[in-house]
């Protein structure tokens, strides 16, 4: 509830509530009716939504890379996304995973490696941090043949 | 069973006391507890008051909700996981929700209204504050964000660098 502030004449005033006034499950449920992108972006909000948004369990359908020679594709499903995320920075597609699998569980994942790629160190990394999701099913695809 | 007829007093933690419908009442597993807890004669017109955390001008809300909502269905559906969506609130809840655009304090008053729906454990308007407060949020920026929750970021440089490397798939 509201916060009584006392002065120091002995004045009183109610203290404005905040979002981090309500109790954590209420925090929790409000941050689990929010889209994907907008849950993680949250996380920059504030220390306290950084750690109240683990408490969140994630159901998603499907996440799919694609490793294509110049850069890597993610799409997820269902997501407010539009397009697939086009990442050419690799540190930055593991990292994100690797948050991502923190709470989150997944129908299926795909990964799709096209012709003309050579990743095979990076495959090893890939499987790696994607093994640490709670999935039903991890499909690969190589095309490289 | 319920019996429409039934009432119960509600005190307000400003002094204030309400005689309601159990039909609304029924809703709030709250004061449904405190009912049993008091052990009276379930046709006992009114029943004894029971005290409820909230304030007077919150549970005037709280009634208006219930009112509309008298005949949902009991218990209150639960979603799992996977069915959790915020973009199914029906076209009454909204339309009560967007009067209190009008008021200075509107984001003080749905506060007030999902913490007095948590006390009193009536899950549908719960479930409904919080998607409305999900739904100011949803699609905003970081800075927008913090704006309409009044927040300061806490985070050093460093640690900022360090969540939008791993918030890159959604952010870039």
């Known amino acids: 509830g509201d916060l009584l502030e006392i002065f120091d004449d002995g004045t009183e005033k109610r203290g404005e509530t905040t979002f981090m006034d309500l109790p954590d499950e209420m925090s929790i449920k409000i941050i689990a009716n929010l889209d994907l992108p907008s849950q993680f972006k949250m996380r920059r909000v504030s220390r306290g939504f950084n750690e109240l948004q683990l408490c969140v369990k994630n159901m998603l359908q499907t996440i799919e890379i694609k490793i294509i020679p110049d850069r890597y594709e993610m799409s997820i499903n269902p997501c407010s996304r539009n397009s697939p995320w086009q990442c050419h920075n690799y540190d930055e597609l593991i990292q994100g995973l690797r948050r991502l699998a923190l709470n989150t569980s997944i129908n299926r994942i795909t990964i799709r490696e096209e012709l003309g790629t050579d990743h095979i160190m990076i495959e090893d990394c890939l499987m790696d941090t994607l093994f640490n999701f709670e999935a039903d099913e991890l499909i690969t695809w190589n095309d490289k043949k | ?172």
Not at chain 2, 43 to 53: E, G, K, R, T
Not at chain 2, 55 to 72: G, N, P, S
Not at chain 2, 78 to 83: A, I
């Open chain 2, 1 to 172: 069973r319920i019996y429409p007829l039934m009432r119960v007093t509600l005190t307000t933690s400003d002094g204030a006391s309400v005689t309601v419908s159990r039909q609304l009442t029924k809703h709030s597993g709250f004061i449904e507890k405190a009912i049993t807890d008091m052990a009276v004669d379930d046709n006992a017109v009114p029943l004894s008051a029971v005290a409820v955390d909230v304030d007077d001008a919150t549970l005037k809300l709280v009634i208006e909700w219930l009112t509309e909502h008298r005949d949902d269905a009991l218990p209150y559906p639960e979603k799992t996981d996977e069915e959790r969506r915020a973009d199914d609130i029906p076209a009454w809840d909204q339309a009560f929700v967007q009067k209190w655009d009008t008021k200075e304090d509107q984001q003080q008053t749905l506060y007030a209204v999902i913490t007095a729906a948590d006390k009193l454990d009536i899950k549908g308007l719960l479930d409904m504050t919080c998607k409305t407060l999900a739904n100011k949020i949803n699609g905003k920026t970081v800075e927008e964000m913090r704006e309409i929750l009044q927040l300061e970021c806490d985070f050093t440089e460093e640690e900022l660098a360090e969540i939008r490397k791993e918030n890159a798939w959604c952010e870039n």
